[in-house]
């Protein structure tokens, strides 16, 4: 690429590491190469103070001249942000042209809950096909500044292909530990093209994760989880490019699918810190939508409890969202308290015919993504989101991710786990409410304006 962007003024932001267990709150130096706080074990923030020569107008219109720059750090839709991340000017930045991201009207999916109108942010149009790209360009370039020589993660998937890619342009050794057999193909091949060690091991997600910790105590490897406090800076940019787009408009709420929680976490920290900044003067409500078969933090949010109760065996067939134990719950709860939302799960039912339904305005996405849709019409049926509120909800991951699990729909071979029943392991065909099966029909003209004739009549029946 060539880079012709003059440069502009870069105030360099002061940033330290925090503990966010209130009791502890220690700090570290920014750079102390840390996963959880060694005193008590919370999670750590990264906490950016942006230099007070920048008012929230002139960050506006750098970050708007900046559209128009041809500079490679300037094109990407996270590092365009760079004022508010914790990196120096000359931070070896790896970058894939992340973000940048496409706001869709979804009028399909609006009607289908009842809405007046809905905005679709499709975080599944990054380079490798899902949000976990924006966390994963500055997470790199941390192992970078760190001096590692392998980075690591326990992933369903997404995760991998992404670290995996990012690796590769870094020219560092990737290693990928996955659960045998619980990652779609798509996932695979990618993690596979980028070179990765991809490592699969018996025994499911959460189980991984305890293993990677155990790795990371070794100088030369960085550990990329969504614990990783790096990754939820840049992933809190979607934050500014979403209130970019919409010319700082603040919608009234942003749906989110839950999993490990990074992606909420970091929402919740990206719209606050615009709303410090002044650059907004009011927070969107962040919901959180969980799949029933693994939703400890709705089960959290509906309890009276403080704690998060892990769900040992999770299942549905969103895998990106298939976990019992999410990291980030605590960081995602304080975002969605804060922020005035909820949390929610929805059925497999649910989600497949959301996920459809979605289809049906041009948008493709993966299922876990489709969480979004459906919550979102059960909170207007609830009362909680009133039809004319402007809401925006956040897919994840691209279509093609998961083609298994969209033929199978269409075909009316979906088959789930029933929870429901007695038997956990009793399996479960999911209807095809919007489904849109191919049909075999002659090679002659008539048969083909036949099948088109009954393809308009089928649809117009679901
Ligand atoms: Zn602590």
């Keep these: 690429m060539i880079e012709t962007g003059k440069p502009q003024k870069i105030a360099q932001p002061a940033a330290e590491q925090r503990c966010i267990n209130a009791a502890c709150a220690a700090r570290f130096d920014l750079n102390a190469r840390l996963y959880v706080c060694p005193h008590c074990d919370g999670l750590l923030d990264v906490a950016v103070s942006i230099s007070p020569d920048l008012d929230s107008k002139e960050l506006r219109a750098i970050w708007t001249s900046r559209l128009e720059s041809l500079n490679s750090h300037d094109r990407s839709g996270v590092w365009r942000y760079r004022e508010l991340l914790p ?72 995760t991998a292909a992404s670290l995996a890619a990012y690796a ?52 030369t490897i960085y550990l990329v989880n969504s614990i990783n406090p790096f990754r939820i800076e840049g992933q809190k940019t979607v934050a500014v490019e979403l209130l970019q787009q919409r010319a700082w408009r603040v919608p009234d709420h942003v749906v ?106 041009g948008v493709g ?17 609830s009362g909680v989101i009133e039809s004319d509120m402007d809401v925006v909800a956040v897919l994840t991951g691209h279509i093609l991710k998961d083609t298994d699990y969209a033929i199978n729909y269409h075909q009316e071979k979906l088959y789930t786990h029933d929870r429901a029943a007695d038997t956990a392991k009793e399996e479960r065909r999911l209807a095809g409410n919007y489904s849109n099966p191919p049909a075999r029909v002659k090679s002659t003209k008539t048969a083909i304006l036949e099948g088109l004739r009954r393809h308009e009549q089928q649809r117009d029946q679901a």
């Design 87 to 158: 990196f120096a000017a000359d931070a070896p930045i790896v970058t894939l042209a992340e973000g940048n991201t496409p706001l869709y009207d979804a009028p399909v999916s609006a009607a289908y809950c009842d809405l007046d109108a809905l905005t679709l942010k499709h975080q599944g149009c990054n380079p490798t096909g899902s949000f976990k790209d924006t966390g994963m360009t500055t997470a790199v370039t941390q192992a970078l500044i760190l001096g590692a020589r392998t980075v690591v993660c326990a992933s369903t998937g997404n």
């Design 168 to 219: 590769a342009r870094a020219k560092l050794q990737c290693a990928i530990l996955v659960p045998r057999g619980q990652i779609s193909h798509a996932k695979l091949a990618q993690s596979l093209d980028y070179g990765a060690a991809v490592l699969e091991l018996d025994g499911n997600f959460d189980e991984a994760m305890r293993v990677i910790r155990e790795l990371a105590e070794d100088e």
């Design 256 to 361: 989110v699918p839950g999993g490990n929680l990074g992606n909420s976490s970091a929402l919740g920290k990206g719209f606050k810190e615009l709303k410090e900044l002044g650059i907004i003067d009011r927070l969107p409500r962040l919901s959180v939508v969980q799949a029933e078969g693994a939703a400890p933090f709705a089960g959290l949010f509906e309890s009276d409890s403080n704690v998060l109760k892990p769900i040992e065996h999770p299942q549905t067939l969103a895998t990106a969202i298939k976990i019992g134990a999410p990291v980030s719950w605590q960081k995602a709860l304080r975002a969605v308290v804060e922020s005035g939302g909820r949390v929610l799960s929805v059925s497999e039912q649910e989600i497949a015919d959301a996920k459809a339904i979605i289809g049906r305005d």
């Design 365 to 381: 996405c993966e299922p876990a993504s489709a969480t979004t849709v459906a919550g979102i019409k059960r909170l207007v049926a």
